[in-house]
């Protein structure tokens, strides 16, 4: 649930990756509720079209294309499509990952590459293909989705934390050259939140005992929380805030 209205979000273009489940569902309702524009990309088919009939009452309907953002060439053209159906892409939200598990020792050159393709690769291609309509539009946000994973120091998944730890080195590479068009690139890091995914694969009791010790606040994070903060970054109400991370994790790091 948002409660928040940001008029400057109204008729706004607005690209999000892995918008068909989780924290991407939870986008994809938060900007069309705001009456954006919205194209989404997964693999998810079934998912993303139950989401956009469920979203039945938006001022635009959500449009889903099915690309397999590992492959750039596919994701270029589907952010071309977007561009000749929806106009120029004023917001952009790159979402998907997969954070499946991996031993260090077993990792191989070409499952390293796979799952940097799947969790950082597609941010700085999705960014490029979309800085050209930012410009023309006088400017844009780019939100790029990190995690405390790594900060935690978890195991389990070191090349998902190495990837999610360079998204900071992105929004950092990349601020001050896009800031001379004022295109604003931040990185919003969450915690623990609490999608059917981590509550299905991840979340146990051990799971529950740790978030109570480890966050500051009780309450259990979930999607909408996240898509709050992204609405906020997105707006024109964050007009001056650009290089940053905001880390909505209910204060475990
Ligand atoms: N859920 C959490 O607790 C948590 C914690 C920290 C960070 N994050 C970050 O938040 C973001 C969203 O997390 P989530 O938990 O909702 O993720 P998720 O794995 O539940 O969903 C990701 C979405 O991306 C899609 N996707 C995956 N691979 C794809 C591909 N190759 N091409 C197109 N689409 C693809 C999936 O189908 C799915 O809809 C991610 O960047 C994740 O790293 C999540």
């Given at each position: 649930m948002v409660n928040n209205t940001y008029p400057s979000l109204a008729d706004r273009v607005v690209l999000?990756?892995?918008?068909?489940?989780?924290?991407?569902?939870?986008?994809?309702?938060?900007?069309?509720?705001?009456?954006?524009?919205?194209?989404?990309?997964?693999l998810d088919d079934a998912a993303a079209e139950a989401l956009v009939a469920d979203l039945f009452h938006v001022k635009h309907s959500p449009l889903y294309r099915h690309c397999d953002?590992?492959?750039?060439?596919?994701?270029?053209?589907?952010?071309?499509?977007?561009?000749?159906?929806?106009?120029?892409?004023?917001?952009?939200v790159n979402n998907a990952a997969?954070?499946?598990?991996?031993?260090?020792?077993?990792?191989?050159?070409?499952?390293?590459?796979?799952?940097?393709a799947v969790n950082l690769r597609h941010q700085?291609?999705?960014t490029q293909a979309v800085a050209g309509d930012m410009r023309?539009?006088?400017?844009g946000a780019v939100i790029c989705l990190g995690s405390v994973g790594w900060m935690q120091k978890n195991a389990g998944y070191p090349v998902y934390a190495t990837a999610k730890a360079a998204i900071h080195g992105l929004v950092g590479g990349l601020?001050?050259?896009?800031?001379?068009s004022a295109i604003r690139i931040n990185a919003l890091v969450p915690g623990w939140v609490m999608t059917e995914k981590q509550k299905t694969?991840?979340?146990?009791?051990?799971?529950?005992?740790?978030?109570?010790?480890?966050?500051c606040l009780r309450a259990r994070l979930q999607p909408d929380d996240i898509a709050r903060a992204a609405l906020f970054l997105a707006s024109d109400d964050a007009a001056m805030i650009t290089g940053q991370?905001?880390?909505?994790?209910?204060?475990?790091?």
């Open positions: 999000i990756t892995g918008g068909a489940s989780g924290i991407g569902a939870a986008l994809v309702r938060g900007f069309a509720t705001q009456g954006a524009k919205v194209g989404f990309i997964d953002l590992t492959d750039t060439a596919a994701l270029r053209a589907t952010i071309d499509e977007f561009r000749a159906r929806l106009g120029a892409i004023g917001v952009l997969n954070d499946v598990r991996h031993g260090f020792a077993d990792v191989s050159p070409e499952r390293f590459d796979q799952l940097v700085f291609f999705a023309g539009l006088g400017g601020a001050r050259e896009l800031g001379a694969l991840w979340l146990d009791a051990e799971g529950e005992a740790t978030i109570d010790r480890m966050q991370s905001l880390i909505v994790d209910a204060g475990w790091v």
